[in-house]
């Protein structure tokens, strides 16, 4: 029963830290905190739901078109809203505020799709297997959410490490001003970050609504803020203290649920956020920048 | 137009313009902490604090209204006034992050205590005792308070922190103090708002108290600007006013709310009022041929 829930845990956990890399991609690179990676979740979702229920395409190349979907749109929102915004000498208020205005064009978009319904992907979407050994159950879904998840992770922290793409977004991350100097094309390698951090957002959104196989509108509210949570206490820029940040709100969450208090595992969570903010703002893992006024 | 019509018209647009002087309300509660530099997106918490504290008193023990919501101010004052130590020592995105944390507290508190707050079904029959002219009367007050705070000491110096804060404790300003005071009077205000807000709507649910509202409450202040306290109460009532002169767009409204955030912020950042003064400072340029200093508009 408790390796079960460690188990469940894990798996929330997996996909609150897919979600959390992207967040946490753009604001160690560009220092934008970009509140529009919810609504990306969502519209990535949506796609692979549509194309699965109304075009019948096969579930992994909807998978793999609602990924690009979702970096092609967070590129977009670069090119129209954070690009003109930054050259116009917009501080990181302004660029928080103005992506708060584009999750909000991005919900409302989704919800007149979908007509604010709650879809269900099509039976037989994903094999229907299961096993049973020692009173644990995983299904097949579950495997497959933590071995894309685990794939992903090992993706993005060999890309940040070892390939040029990476070095140059750490570079950035650094100094945007230093990166230039360096004959970085800085435009371009933001261009890529937003990208990467839109497909992650993606395959967060498709992963999470075939485990809980339910899709609607505002399925990526309750995420920015867990979001939010897992980069405070993981640390801002972090690959690593992002996954252990969201396996360990996965864990609290689920086992909140075991000790009877699940009704208030949000409160557990933002709890654990305000006391990180209290005690150790740069987080488990973070750079130990200036926070304090 | 006889006075019948007068009124008829007064009656029909009667919970539309108690709408938008609460939203003005909102907007100031929030002009308060932009002025001092402090991006204190936890308004809403405290909305959601007040309103839930006098819609109980209400239905609960049956209090005046007026009790009500000066007992709501009143938790929310000691409230922020615990939180305020903690959250002033971050900055930037962390101090966003803090208070927007605390409005998914409340929101998921409110949810979750059902026994007190009646959960996603919310607390319905609070009694309707606020009428629009007790509403005017708050916001001219609250204009009025807000007008002498900025043009006194106090506004100097929030002035100054907002432009850099640095800079304004070198020159002798008590930053932590002046950035206090402006928190707890946004909070203060901000649970006013609410609990007018539950004596005018009768009904209180959860959810109107998340990210969407947030998002109103930004867009009445920035689209009115910082500048001038009246700003943020035009812009409330552009805003809240809008569904009436665009009902047929009512299914896009939260899209348009989401395009007019981002145009004000890249096209328009300081606002609709000093676009006005900056416009007679053109003139004067342009006509007069007068050497003017370039204006400074810092954010943070």
Not at chain 2, 19 to 36: D, E, G, K, P, W
Not at chain 2, 98 to 116: E, Y
Not at chain 2, 281 to 291: A, C, D, G, M, Q
Request: proline share 3%.
């Amino acid at each position: 029963m408790l390796l079960q829930q460690l188990i469940n845990g894990i798996l929330t956990g997996s996909v609150y830290a897919l979600f959390a890399l992207g967040f946490n991609l753009v604001l160690g690179a560009l220092n934008i905190l970009n509140v529009a990676q919810g609504a990306i979740f969502t519209l990535s979702a949506f796609v692979a739901y549509y194309l699965i229920s109304v075009y019948h395409l096969a579930f992994p190349f909807a998978f793999l078109v609602a990924v690009l979907v979702g970096g092609l749109i967070n590129v977009a929102l670069e090119v129209l809203i954070f690009r003109p915004l930054r050259t116009r000498g917009g501080t990181s208020m302004s660029t928080l505020v103005a992506s708060i205005g584009a999750s909000m064009i991005l919900i409302s978009i989704a919800q007149l799709i979908s007509g604010a319904q709650v879809e269900r992907f099509p039976f037989g979407t994903i094999p229907d297997i299961q096993w049973n050994n020692f009173d644990i159950r995983i299904s097949f879904t579950q495997v497959l959410v933590l071995s894309v998840t685990v794939l992903t992770m090992a993706g993005t922290y060999v890309m940040l490490n070892k390939t040029r793409l990476g070095k140059a977004i750490r570079t950035i991350a650094f100094s945007e001003r230093i990166g230039l100097m360096l004959g970085i094309p800085t435009i371009s390698i933001a261009r890529w970050t937003f990208f990467v951090s839109g497909a992650l957002g993606g395959l967060a959104g498709v992963l999470l609504g075939i485990m809980y196989n339910s899709v609607y509108f505002l399925m990526g509210e309750p995420y920015v803020l867990k979001g939010f949570a897992a980069i405070v206490i993981g640390g801002f820029g972090s690959v690593t203290g992002v996954i252990v940040a969201s396996m360990m709100i996965g864990l609290a969450e689920v086992f909140s649920t075991v000790m009877g208090i699940g009704k208030f595992k949000d409160v557990v969570t933002f709890g654990m956020l305000f006391l990180f903010l209290l005690l150790r703002p740069n987080g488990l893992f973070g750079r130990d920048e200036e926070v304090r006024p | 137009m006889t006075m019948l019509d007068i009124s008829s018209w007064f009656q029909i647009y009667n919970h539309a313009l108690a709408t938008a002087l609460i939203n003005s309300v909102m907007a100031l509660s929030l002009y308060f902490s932009l002025r001092a530099g402090i991006f204190n997106l936890s308004a809403v918490g405290f909305m959601a604090l007040g309103a839930y504290t006098s819609g109980i008193f209400a239905i609960r023990l049956g209090t005046p209204s007026v009790v009500g919501i000066g007992v709501g101010v009143i938790i929310s004052l000691i409230i922020g006034s615990i939180l305020v130590y903690p959250i002033l020592r971050l900055r930037g995105h962390y101090l966003a992050i803090a208070t927007l944390s605390f409005g998914g507290i409340v929101q998921a508190l409110a949810l979750n205590l059902d026994g007190l707050t009646n959960g996603p079904a919310g607390l319905i029959g609070v009694p309707v005792t606020v009428e629009v002219w007790h509403l005017s009367i708050i916001v001219a007050m609250l204009v009025y308070l807000a007008w002498i705070l900025t043009s006194s000491r106090t506004g100097r110096a929030w002035d100054a922190i907002r432009t850099d804060l640095s800079a304004a404790r070198a020159v002798g300003i008590n930053v932590e103090h002046y950035r206090l005071v402006s928190f707890l009077i946004s909070t203060a205000i901000a649970a006013l708002g609410g609990g007018l807000w539950a004596h005018v709507n009768r009904v209180i649910v959860p959810f109107e108290f998340g990210f969407p509202q947030l998002t109103f409450v930004l867009v009445n202040t920035l689209l009115g600007g910082i500048s001038h306290p009246v700003g943020p109460v035009i812009g409330a009532v552009l805003v809240s006013t809008m569904p009436e002169w665009l009902d047929k767009f009512e299914q896009f409204r939260e899209m348009i709310i989401g395009f007019l955030l981002v145009a004000i912020v890249i096209y328009l950042p300081n606002g609709l009022v000093t676009s006005f003064s900056n416009f007679r400072l053109i003139w004067t340029k342009v006509f007069r041929k007068i050497e003017t200093k370039p204006r400074s508009s810092g954010n943070e």
